[in-house]
């Protein structure tokens, strides 16, 4: 079964960065897009990022040209680095794996626990 383990956990003020890390352990790393998604208070999970197996990346226009997803195969890690951050960035923020998955959560069958990041304004 796969788990998925986020780390840095933050609390960061407006401007600044941050840096997620997810690892992947229980089946081959290589074989999986990797997402990251994040839930807002009061507000449903969305869609903020996936790198592909061959290192392709996408990005919701929120946080197109300010995160920047990348995975690093030999490890099982895959890394969001969060720049220029706002406070509409605070939310709860999971990593994700899937085979066919790209920005629908339901095509994601493994997810991590889940990291808090809180921006200060």
């Known amino acids: 079964q796969v788990q998925l383990v986020e780390s840095g956990v933050g609390l960061v003020q407006a401007g600044g960065s941050l840096r997620l890390s997810c690892h992947m352990s229980?089946?081959?790393?290589?074989?999986?897009?990797m997402g990251w998604f994040r839930q807002a208070p009061g507000k449903e999970r969305e869609w903020v990022s996936v790198?592909?197996?061959?290192?392709?990346?996408d990005y919701a226009d929120s946080v197109k040209d300010r995160f920047t997803i990348s995975r690093d195969n030999a490890n099982n890690m895959v890394y969001l680095q969060m720049n220029s951050m706002k406070p509409e960035d605070t939310a709860v923020y999971y990593c994700a794996s899937s085979i066919v998955g790209w920005n629908s959560e339901e095509a994601y069958p493994y997810w991590g626990q889940g990291t808090q990041v809180t921006v200060s304004s």
């Open positions: 790198v592909d197996r061959n290192g392709d990346t």
């Open positions: 229980g089946r081959t790393f290589t074989n999986y897009r």
